[in-house]
């Protein structure tokens, strides 16, 4: 049938967090080409290895910031302990309220 | 900043304490390589060491209390490990056992909290490639370069302490988790990181520095790359898979982003934990303390 993905990470990640959480937005930038020539790097074929990732939920409602991070790092808990898996995750999880609230205060500051 | 010093032997002992001004507090630590305890004691005070500045009046000097038997006979050391803090000559307090809580508050007390008198002087040194190296650092410390292991992919630098690791394996999980506890305790704000300050060795460890010094937070660190237990065990600890790891108070505050974000979202976020307690005026971001441009 079709072709195989060139990010089975990344298909991966959107698959589990998108199951799990409901997001009403979710971004996921990968960024491993910018580390890709670092020391800790050297040996490593993949190309799914450093991520950014953004994700608006209610999932994420009344808890704070490092309980929703944990929540993400439990969904992918085996793709960061797989070698040649997931090196770094940066995350920036909102909720919806709060999604809108920083878009409000980024139109203020533009309009200043 | 300040490391822990090894004292090999009688003389050097001898020597040392007779070099020392009479205002300079000495943080004498009584340890035995075989006793557990001391191994996490020997963590918690590189790290307690490393938030005071190189030339603050405080001293920390390590003793194997088997080699130097007349000094331990001295100071009356029955169990370790075992703390003596003294300032000229005269014995202030002892601290026996293995509360890192206790240690650094006596050591606060008499030492003050990790800054000297020197408020610039009190934040790692900024990441500037020529500096010249501290001489604590130089003078061929010991257990701390010697233990260093397991470090596939990191280049020890010319400066810049290192955490005292100490040997591998033998010690359980258990004890593992103890040396951590204590370790997250060692100062108010510690930072987990991959590298050091002066040396950061990733990109989002050297921002977080960036970060913490900007604020003027004083912190201690934890080099994470040359102790290759507490690496990994510091991620089952904490339920925490990253690094670098910023704690606060014993408690788990988060990675580069969530630290960011409460500074963002809180412009007196650890304040309470600041050199001057107030942001530009003087200590570390004003133009007379900046570090050289390299």
Known sequence: ?112 | MATVKEIADEAAFASTISSLPSSTLAVLYFHAPWAAPCKQMSTVLAALASTYSADAPVVFLSLNAEELPEVSEQYDVTAVPFIVLQKDGRGLETVSGSDAAKVRAAVEKYAGPGSGNASKAALPPAQAVTRPPQPAAANGTNGALDGVRNLAAYTPTAEGPKTAPEYSSGETKEALFKRIGELVKAAPVMLFMKGTPSAPQCGFSRQTVGILREKGIRYGFFNILADDDVRQGLKEFADWPTFPQLWVGGELVGGLDIVREEFENDEDFLKEYSVSGQRNTGGPAAPSTQAQPT
Not at chain 1, 9 to 14: A, G, S, V
Not at chain 1, 43 to 53: D, I, L, M, P
């Open chain 1, 1 to 112: 049938m079709a072709t195989q993905s060139m990010t089975p990470m990344e298909d991966t990640m959107r698959m589990k967090i998108t199951e799990a959480l409901k997001p009403t937005a979710l971004e996921i930038f990968n960024d491993s080409h910018l580390h890709s020539h670092h020391k800790a790097m050297q040996g490593v074929t993949s190309k799914e290895t450093h991520f950014r990732v953004t994700i608006t939920s209610e999932a994420f409602a009344s808890k704070m910031q490092p309980a929703r991070h944990r929540m993400v790092y439990a969904l992918l808990k085996d793709e960061m302990a797989q070698e040649g898996g997931i090196h770094a995750l940066q995350l920036k999880t909102r909720t919806p309220a709060e999604e809108e609230r920083q878009k409000q205060k980024d139109a203020l500051a533009i309009e200043k």
